[in-house]
């Protein structure tokens, strides 16, 4: 099975200011999927941005972009620009293609932004 | 409604009764999922139906039952459950195959069901 590691249970950042989330996951899959979920207070859970393994380019959603190193098998999401909004858990997941296609999360990060 | 429903958001129910949670997606997706979130303890999978047959059951008690009558509906039917299975259920769906080839797999999630049991 997947395992994927988040290290910050917390983290806090200022409006406007930039932070980075890390992930780190173990899996001796070549060709895999990797996310970002992001949980509001409200429950929802969105989606933030995606990789696909196969890519070497990593992946940008305007304030949102991921730094994916495939070698070291990290998965950072780096939020430029800290809105209040921002403020939430995010979750890293890992999925791997046909096979159930279910995604493996981490314990995620619970993000504040403060003005 | 668009997007993933699930009804009911909250329910309390004891550990002798029976209830079901009712997932609905309207984004025309082929695969939909139960997951389970505790407190403390990350997402877990639950069970996967893909073009309503179930391809995944990841060892959960028999006292959670799913149900995926067609393609845009999911149950979880519940009985006898325990204290420690309160939670939030959530519900997922996906699109694991297009005929264009450019599968992309994300889940849409619902707000969830959460569920106390007393």
């Known amino acids: 099975a997947q395992t994927v590691t988040q290290s910050q249970p917390e983290m806090s950042v200022q409006e406007a200011e930039t932070v980075t989330l890390s992930c780190t996951y173990d899996t001796s899959e070549n060709n895999y999927y990797l996310f970002w979920y992001k949980q509001p207070p409200s429950r929802q859970m969105i989606l933030v941005i995606r990789q696909e393994a196969y890519k070497q380019q990593n992946a940008t959603e305007n304030r949102f972009s991921v730094n994916f190193q495939k070698a070291a098998k990290s998965f950072s999401l780096k939020i430029s620009d800290s809105q209040l909004g921002d403020t939430a858990m995010y979750f890293c997941a890992f999925m791997k293609p046909y096979s159930g296609y279910a995604l493996n999360f981490g314990k995620g990060t619970s993000l504040l932004v403060t003005p | ?118």
């Open chain 2, 1 to 118: 409604e668009t997007g993933v429903t699930q009804t009911p958001r909250h329910l309390v129910m004891g550990m002798t009764n029976k209830k079901s949670l009712k997932c609905e997606q309207h984004l025309g997706h082929n695969a939909m999922y139960w997951y389970k979130q505790s407190a403390k303890k990350p997402l877990e999978l639950m069970f996967v139906y893909s073009l309503e047959e179930r391809v995944e059951n990841n060892s959960v008690p028999s006292r959670f039952s799913p149900e995926c009558p067609n393609s845009s509906h999911l149950f979880l039917h519940l009985h006898t459950l325990q204290p420690e299975d309160s939670a939030l259920y959530l519900c997922a769906s996906s699109q694991t195959y297009k005929p264009s080839g450019s599968d992309s797999y994300e889940q849409y999630f619902g707000p969830g069901t959460r569920l106390t049991v007393t």
